[in-house]
């Protein structure tokens, strides 16, 4: 049986500007910002800080434009701020104090570690539980709602609302929605699924969408283990029937989510890319 489902997963790019004039003290409105950049002064030298108070990695990429300052130390142009810290930037200083100086800055913001990469040797759980079976709807593909670069690599697997979604590799709950109750295949569904998101040791993300309302059994900041209950499935956000789809993302150079090739571990062997309408049964 092949069961076709659609879905997509919708990601942001958030820019902000800002140009500061060198006696500034604090770029951010409020310390409690999701993402902020801010600037110290210390020795007559500007330091600037990244504040990420978000539970996942953020990447930045900085546009400084510097007029009569220089870079004293660091500030590379594709910076990671680590989850929930407040992260030294670079410093910036005077060049001539006899001439007028200024400093601009401006940045391009993504969920996710742009310098991690996904470990090959990783295998992974088909994320139900242990001998169980279900179907893959949509896998691989350069069709279909699989196509772009986000969901290229991204497995749909058939189930009743309500199934039991364990973690297919392990790794720390960094973000989660489950008060979504509508689904669909018109646009406005596109970001009204439910989801949980698990970062793994290599930085990389694990995501699985489209869950039932109310239906996320962990907290941000749990660290679970592969096999270990996370969720039960649904049918919210841009779907055209119950499933779940799961991919690990990475953030790219090129300020993008990309989908990467799983390695996953069932009763018929390691498969990375099983074909549609294939049964699957967990080990
Ligand atoms: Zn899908």
């Known amino acids: ?15 902000f500007s800002c140009v500061a004039q ?9 310390l409690d ?21 978000r539970a996942f990695d953020m990447t930045l990429w900085f546009d400084l434009k510097l007029v009569n300052m220089s870079v004293l130390a660091s500030a590379p142009t594709v910076f990671v701020a680590k989850a929930n810290s407040d992260t030294f930037y670079g410093e910036i200083g005077i060049v001539d104090k006899y001439q007028d100086s200024s400093y601009q800055y401006s940045y391009e913001s993504l969920r996710g570690n742009a310098l991690a990469l996904h470990s090959e040797d990783a295998l992974y759980q088909l994320p139900y539980k242990t001998g169980t079976t279900h179907y893959v709807s949509q896998s691989c593909s350069t069709l ?11 497995i749909d697997f058939a189930m009743r609302i309500g199934t039991p979604i364990m973690a297919a590799r392990g790794g720390r709950v960094v973000d989660l929605y489950e008060l979504s109750n509508s689904g669909g295949t018109s646009t406005l569904h596109y970001d009204k699924g439910n989801f949980v998101t698990i970062e793994h040791e290599d ?19 749990d660290v679970v283990k592969a096999g270990q209950i996370i969720a039960l499935s649904g049918n919210t956000g841009y779907s055209s029937g119950p499933h779940l789809h799961f991919s690990v993302l990475t953030t790219t150079k090129a300020k993008e989510h990309s989908s990467v090739l799983v390695n996953w571990k069932t009763a018929r ?3 990375s890319c099983p074909r549609e309408g294939l049964a699957l049964k967990s080990l």
């Not at 060198?22 to 409105?29: I, K, P």
């Not at 902020?36 to 990420?52: A, G, I």
């Not at 694990?206 to 309302?213: A, C, I, M």
């Open 1 to 15: 049986m092949s069961v076709k489902t659609i879905c997509a997963l919708i990601f942001w790019v958030s820019a």
């Open 269 to 271: 062997g390691v498969l």
């Open 33 to 53: 910002e999701p993402l902020c950049v801010y600037t110290q002064n210390r020795d007559e030298k500007l330091q600037v800080r990244v504040l990420n108070n």
């Open 203 to 221: 930085g990389t993300l694990g995501d699985y969408h489209h869950l039932k309302t109310m239906g996320v059994k962990v907290q941000i900041g």
């Open 22 to 30: 060198a006696q500034d003290l604090d770029g951010c409105v409020a």
């Open 144 to 154: 279909g709602s699989h196509k772009d670069k986000a969901n290229r690599y991204a």
